[in-house]
């Protein structure tokens, strides 16, 4: 950090409220309004960063050392990383891993994300923590910090994510195929036998899902997120994934909840979802989603099965939630974060119908639900 | 699942005392489970050998044995208590050991004890490579290749299939003890032959090399659901090939990709599910090659080990407690989080810093031993920092570690590049400054790396640091607060930058005070901030570069409140002890109202737990760290001042620093320290009181030393100032010996003086404790040292109380304390160190201060001592402690790391060697003296052959009572010439033997054939000395007892004597408190 210090600071981060905080910046240049959010995970910020649920967020990374392993083409969890910026610490270092075949600030420089170091991104987070969830500018470019009052209006003006169908624009645009299963040691993706075809709803999947379900047995057939009914049963599916994705489940909603309705009225095909799939099952199930506070952005948080009392550590990456006090008679809680009570978990009773707030796929993350991809399977028999 | 009803009572086996490889983080956990076994309400039986622990405290345990750990004993004590159950994973590998040869003896099943926590079969199964290595062919996780070997054969097949360079272990041993990585076959079947004798199994495993791998640890813990967590992971910067306990290690790790991570996290759990921890916490080791990633499993531990201590105080999780709740039936979403008391503890930890943890080695103080470093653990302590960058905690744990290190400080270094690569490739303990010393010199950290196999990251961080050091250099102490505040946030303390900017350590206070570069506190919360933390648990850091924000979690409390200072890693000299001192403090202020504050670097301590003070702060100990913590707990409440009498030499040697900051010393004040400190004016003292002391005197010079020693009459103790565990201290008993002594082991300077005694030959020592508010005096202890005068008080054994002083000296002892306790206005503690000659009493030394003694002494008379103490110098009470009478003895005897260090001259000498400590106690001095040495692992044969050789002074009545006490046993007595002579005379059967240089067959021959069960051997002189040394070594790797000192030797044999006399009888604390006279 001396060597950054010994130059003058040429980046910052600017609140609606007219705070702002100066750093280096490293990756892109630019300026861009989002949300910001932290991240408590301690490995696995390639993941993250491409992550595409972080769609018009600012991720702030608790852990001050971020960058070390570099980045590479097996870790990406999606083609095109868009989350906006990153905030941290530490400015990223020469990569040290066997894996590595690249400096993490200059992939983000080719993916156009920002990044801004020198922050305490410690008081950043106590501040997040106690203000809920924030909009802010991130600036690193040649009047970074003598443009505040624009900056300011910037952050000002930009609508946040509520309201907003943030998965229409991540999603894919026409469906594609998956075979390729988990990453296995010394750097190879198996490519398992396929007995079961999955149309899986992209929303903003995580290839790691794509992956799992393949492990599993799935040849996956990946659809645009406004897809219809029709189309996806002209895919004959032996089981439908719902995906994970960015933004607010009632946008999305609009168009997906009742295409969902239509199979789960019409169809006895199994149903999985996962995240922002969780939250759309749960509208189309007649529950309710709510903005968190801050949201859960790590990989350590607890998650208790209720059917079975066992706690798994699980990966989470959510803004929104399904509100557990407003769940339908017919629909189960089955899972419940530790935490804070929040729901985490549903099944549609005496039906093949399940979503889960947390990802199974980990990446990052532990792997202690990678068994929920199994039981989908199972219930395509 | 709640806690199970079917027990209701349940024995711990603490890990005795500290040894090298189990230091107090056998005390932090072990006090943690009593703890919470308690709190759910089971009565708890604890047994533990050593005495300075909190643990062994009788208020912890509702039956605490202080008593030897083996099986006899414990089958006593499990008889006599009959527990329901048993949790073996608390007291590391000697709680381990010892429960699974309770469980061999049949007394288990016999008594209906049930073995919680770990079962016997998963104990082996972890313990035993063969057994592990099959668990680990089934889950398909690689191991290194590897043969186990059982006899020499085995190993030579071995060799084939593992090749050249082979690792060789023990099997259960501790640290790896015995084990080395042989390069060449000769080394090869030398090793496995050691390990095979060494190996309780007589077992040893002969491994692939991984010389160079990445080496991992994750902690994990595992509930009976079948729930499973890992606490942290821990990464070593130095490679495969040096003892993880000799290792600094890192946490979290810093160069997995959470691919990586999530395949060692998934298959350490897959591991403990399989070797069948079904409760408890674990720890997994991993090695990594760094060119292609084919990880293995090196190996597991099934209990609480060095490492979750390290790892409860990096993250905050306390694994012993949540183990052990773990073990009486609780699963883990039911217990809660205690540090933000609103999250369970089923959830991963995670950090929002760095940890950096750095062993402390004292190879200096066995001369001869070589400081490189390999698979056998030598450190004897360790520091751990806490900084918001690799850089600033690595540099906040160097200066952690009181070594005179303020940073990565110079060193001396050779010119060539082929001297300094020679160099850098033999792994020692300065590996870390010679590395920066060689980036100094222009050596890139890619070469480096190819040499010393670190992690090129770790590397470069270091090349930043040294880049910031070289840009200080050149220009000057920045004057922009920005600038200076991310020097700081590097780690760079300000003694460090004021010898790279050729000012003083106080000028840059001042000047960093002056622009307001002052660090923020920010706490260790479990959760990297995303919860509301309640605990207290604190750091200091300059990560942040907010312009004029103030960002500090301490929040400090208006309340009235003390700061107690710790005594730091642990070193032979200042241990457990201190801790155990500043504990009590903390326990006793607290229950008073006052706030207490407790300033630490030590993960190993009960000190460092977050529930011992009100509030913690993990810091180095250094004048510049502990004056910040001062001055933002002023910033609201009553700060009464600062305790620093308990934590050894340590805190005394701030004591000038903080009062030039006017801050208040509770207790004795500066001015009296400095008096019995300065030998001139203590001098004066001792006149004005009409005491006696040896003859003495301060030389400044070669001269002045030589001079003195002239003057005051050979042999003379001879030592530097200001220094604890007798370091360099030695009896020099010619001017040849003082030229060698001042040219080897000190610099003699105007600021270095050495102080020069009289040595009073033949004396016996007595070590008193007493504590004092000023006005009344209370003699807490009067110990006879069992060695006399001249071996260092820390490795002597002594009695408690004096067992062959007269009352009449005992008296005169005691009136001399009380008298120097006022003269000095001692108000607290003190320790004043005697030695008897006939019926002169000669006063050596007084420190105003905890002594090392002091846990001994409180768990014998049964009050705590150092709590009192912080209530006197805290003004909060008055001294009415009545002196305490004994109708019992209490014998503390020492153990000694010498198989740790081969070829280092056992012999006891003024400077200390010893690590640890265990109490003995009996209605006699004999069979106390006895327990003692049982505790110590020494078995003292009942019949065969002695070995007695001593040098002419100690050819006395000692002798001969000693040499009669093993007659009447029908021990065969063989000495050399003088000795046997000697013996005769005194009408005592013995047999003549050769001495090494006589011929053969000789005393060397008798050794290695095993004809010998017992030595008694003193020696004076450098060629006797050099010429006896084989026979210790030989001693030392037979494990035969040994004694060194000829009333060391009395001792044992009437020990023997009263063996055969009586049965071993056992008493608890709380027993023992019932049976106390008042």
């Not at chain 1, 990406?76 to 040290?96: V, W």
């Not at chain 1, 929104?320 to 729901?343: G, I, K, M, Q, W």
């Not at chain 2, 006797?1024 to 790797?1037: F, L, N």
Request: net charge negative; charged share 25%.
């Amino acid at each position: 950090m001396y060597q950054e210090a010994l130059k003058n600071k040429d980046a910052c981060i600017v609140l609606p409220d007219g705070t702002s905080y100066e750093g280096y910046g490293y990756g892109a240049k630019g300026t861009v309004a989002a949300e910001l959010c932290f991240n408590t995970a301690m490995t696995g910020y390639q993941e993250i960063i491409s992550d595409p649920s972080y769609a018009d967020q600012i991720i702030v990374f608790t852990f001050p050392h971020i960058g070390n392993v570099g980045v590479n083409l097996e870790d990406n969890e999606s083609l095109k990383p868009i989350a906006r910026g990153i905030i941290t610490s530490q400015m990223p270092t020469n990569p040290s891993s066997w894996r590595n075949t690249g400096r993490l600030d200059d992939w983000m420089q080719t993916h156009e994300i920002i990044g801004i170091c020198g922050i305490d991104t410690r008081k950043m987070t106590l501040i997040l923590r106690s203000l809920g969830v924030v909009n802010a500018v991130i600036s690193y470019e040649k009047n970074s910090l003598t443009n505040r009052d624009s900056l300011v209006k910037k952050a000002k003006n930009w609508p946040g994510i509520s309201g907003s169908d943030l998965a229409k624009e991540v999603s894919c645009k026409t469906p594609y195929d998956w075979n390729e299963g988990r990453w296995t040691w010394p750097g190879k993706f198996r490519n398992p036998a396929k007995n079961k075809k999955v149309v899986a709803i992209d929303f903003g999947i995580k290839t790691n899902i794509l992956r799992c379900l393949a492990e599993s047995g799935c040849a996956v057939k990946i659809v645009p997120a406004n897809v219809t009914y029709e189309e996806i049963l002209n895919h004959k599916p032996d089981g439908i994934f719902l995906s994970n994705g960015p933004g607010d489940p009632k946008a999305t909603g609009k168009y997906a909840v009742p295409t969902l309705r239509k199979i789960i009225r019409d169809t006895r095909i199994p149903i999985f979802g996962i995240c922002l799939g969780h939250q759309i099952l749960a509208l189309a199930l007649g529950g309710k989603t709510l903005k968190m506070k801050c949201g859960h952005h790590g990989a350590n948080h607890p998650v208790k099965d209720l059917i079975t009392g066992k706690v798994e550590i699980t990966s989470m990456n959510h803004g929104f939630a399904v509100n557990r006090l407003a769940l339908p008679d017919d629909v189960l809680e089955t899972h419940v974060s530790l935490f804070d009570n929040s729901n985490c978990g549903i099944e549609l009773k005496g039906r093949n119908v399940f979503s889960v707030q947390y990802h199974p796929e980990a990446s990052p993350g532990p792997t202690d639900s990678l068994g929920l991809f199994s039981k989908f399977v199972a219930l395509m028999n | 699942m709640p806690k199970r009803k079917d027990i209701s009572s349940i024995m711990i086996i603490g890990a005795g005392p500290i040894i090298i490889g189990q230091a107090c983080e056998f005390d932090y956990s072990g006090t943690q489970a009593c703890k919470a076994l308690k709190e759910e309400g089971y009565r708890v039986i604890l047994v533990n050998s050593n005495p300075a622990t909190i643990m062994t405290d009788p208020e912890i345990a509702d039956s605490t044995y202080v008593e030897p750990i083996n099986v006899q004993t414990l089958e006593a004590i499990i008889r006599k208590e009959k527990p329901d159950a048993l949790l073996p994973t608390m007291g590391g590998q000697t709680g381990l050991n010892a429960a699974i040869a309770l469980e061999k003896s049949g007394i288990l099943a016999k008594e209906k004890v049930e073995l919680i926590g770990a079962k016997k079969e998963a104990i082996e199964k972890a313990e035993d490579r063969r057994k592990f290595r099959d668990a680990m062919d089934a889950l398909q996780i690689e191991s290194p290749k590897s043969k186990v070997a059982e006899n020499m054969e085995d190993a030579s097949n071995a060799l084939e299939t593992i090749g050249l360079p082979a690792v060789i272990r023990p099997a259960f041993t501790l640290g790896g003890a015995g084990g080395g990585i042989a390069y060449n076959e000769k080394e090869y079947f030398e090793i496995c032959r050691n390990g095979l004798d060494l190996s309780p199994a007589n077992q040893i495993l002969i491994d692939e090399s991984l010389l160079g791998w990445k080496e991992f640890e994750l902690e994990v813990v595992r509930d009976k659901m079948d729930n499973a967590i890992v606490v942290c992971s821990i990464e070593n910067v130095d490679p495969m090939g040096v003892h993880t306990g000799d290792s600094i290690t890192v946490a979290p790790a810093m160069t997995l990709t959470d691919k990586e991570f999530q395949l060692m996290r998934t298959n350490s759990i897959r591991i403990l599910r399989e070797i069948g921890v079904e409760t408890g916490g674990s720890n997994v080791q991993w090695a990594i090659n760094p060119e292609d990633g084919r990880m293995v499993v090196i190996e597991m531990n099934p209990r609480v080990s060095r490492s979750s201590a390290l790892a409860s105080k990096a993250t905050g999780f306390p694994i012993a407690k949540v183990a052990t709740k773990l073990a009486v039936g609780f699963t883990l979403d039911e217990l809660i989080n205690d540090i933000t008391k609103t999250t369970p503890a089923s959830f991963e930890p995670t950090i929002d810093y760095v940890v950096v943890k750095i062993p402390r080695f004292t190879f200096e103080k066995f001369a001869g031993s070589s400081n490189e470093l390999n698979s056998t653990m030598k450190s004897v302590g360790e520091v751990m920092a806490i900084g918001r960058s690799f850089h600033e905690s690595l540099q906040k744990a160097l200066a952690s570690l009181e070594t005179g290190l303020t940073g990565l400080n110079e060193i001396e270094f050779p010119n060539t590049k082929e001297e300094i690569i020679s160099v850098l490739s033999r792994q020692n303990s300065n590996r870390l400054r010679q590395i920066a010393q060689a980036m100094r010199s222009g050596i890139d950290s890619k070469t480096i790396n190819q040499i010393t196999r670190i992690d090129s990251w770790f590397l470069e961080r270091l090349e930043e640091i040294i880049a910031a050091e070289q840009h200080l250099k050149e220009n000057s102490l920045p004057t922009q607060a920005d600038e200076l505040q991310t020097l700081k946030s590097i780690g760079f303390t300000d003694a460090r930058l004021g010898e790279l900017t050729s000012l003083s350590e106080e000028t840059i206070r001042q000047k960093r005070w002056q622009i307001g570069v002052r660090p923020s506190f920010k706490r260790v919360d479990t959760c990297a901030g995303e919860f509301p933390s309640k605990t207290p648990y604190m750091y200091s850091t300059y990560e942040t570069l907010f312009p004029k924000s103030i960002d500090c979690e301490s929040s400090p409390n208006d309340t009235e409140k003390i700061i107690i200072i710790g005594s730091g890693p642990n070193r032979i000299g200042q241990g457990i002890e201190f801790d155990y001192c500043c504990c009590h403090a903390s326990f006793a202020l607290s229950n008073s109202g006052i706030e207490t504050i407790m300033i630490n670097c030590n993960p190993e301590t009960v000190s460092t737990d977050y529930d011992t003070s009100d509030r913690l702060y993990f810091e180095p100990l250094t004048v510049e760290h502990v004056l910040e913590v001062v001055e933002v707990e002023k910033s609201n409440g009553n700060l009464k001042g600062v305790i620093i009498q308990l934590g050894g030499q340590t805190p005394l040697n701030l004591t000038k620093a903080l009062s030039h900051h006017n801050i208040q010393i509770l207790g004795t004040s500066p001015s009296s320290i400095d008096l019995s400190e300065d030998r001139e004016k203590f001098q004066d003292l001792l006149n004005r009181l009409n005491l006696k002391q040896p003859k003495n005197g301060v030389a400044r010079s070669e001269q002045e030393a030589i001079n003195q020693a002239k003057t005051i009459g050979y042999p003379v103790v001879i030592r530097p100032s200001y220094v604890i565990g007798g370091r360099a201290m030695e009896v020099v008993l010619n001017p040849a010996h003082l030229m060698r002594y001042i040219k080897d082991a000190v610099q003699v300077s105007g600021n270095n003086p050495v102080l020069i005694d009289s040595f009073i030959a033949g004396a016996i020592e007595v070590d008193v404790d007493a504590i004092s508010d000023g006005k009344k005096v209370t003699v807490v202890g009067v110990m006879q040292h069992v060695e006399e005068a001249g071996i260092h008080s820390g490795d002597s054994a002594c009695s408690l109380p004096p067992y062959s002083l007269s009352k009449k000296i005992i008296t005169k002892i005691k009136n001399q304390t009380k008298m120097l306790a006022i003269e000095l206005k001692v108000v607290g503690l003190m320790n004043v160190q005697f030695a008897v000659k006939g019926n002169s009493i000669f006063v050596l030394e007084v420190n105003p201060r905890a002594s090392r003694t002091l846990p001994f002494v409180s768990k014998a008379i049964g009050v705590p001592v150092p709590g009192l103490a912080a209530l006197l110098m805290a003004g909060i009470s008055q001294n009415n402690l009545k002196e305490p009478k004994l109708n019992f003895y209490a014998v503390k005897e020492v153990v000694l790391p010498f198989d740790r260090f081969p070829g280092v001259d056992v012999l006891l000498g003024p400077e200390m060697r010893s690590t640890g400590e265990v109490m003995g106690i009996d209605k006699s001095f004999e069979q106390a003296f006895l327990k003692a040495q049982l505790a110590t692992g020494v078995e003292l044969p009942e019949r065969g052959t002695a070995f007695v050789s001593l040098k002419d002074q100690d050819k006395n009545e000692k002798l001969v009572e000693a040499c009669l006490a093993l007659d009447e046993l029908g021990i065969e007595i063989i000495a050399t010439k003088g000795t046997a002579i000697y013996l005769k005379q005194n009408n005592i059967r013995v047999t003549e033997v050769k001495k090494a240089y006589e011929g053969r067959p000789n005393i060397i021959d008798f050794l290695n054939d095993n004809k010998i069960d017992i030595v008694f051997n003193t020696t004076a002189g450098v060629q006797s000395i050099i010429d006896s040394q084989e026979i210790r070594t030989i001693s030392v790797a037979k494990r035969l007892p040994y004694f060194t000192s000829v009333t060391g030797s009395w001792a044992a044999a009437h020990a023997m004597k009263s063996t055969k006399e009586s049965e071993i009888r056992i008493i608890s604390l709380q027993e023992l408190n019932t049976i106390r006279e008042v």
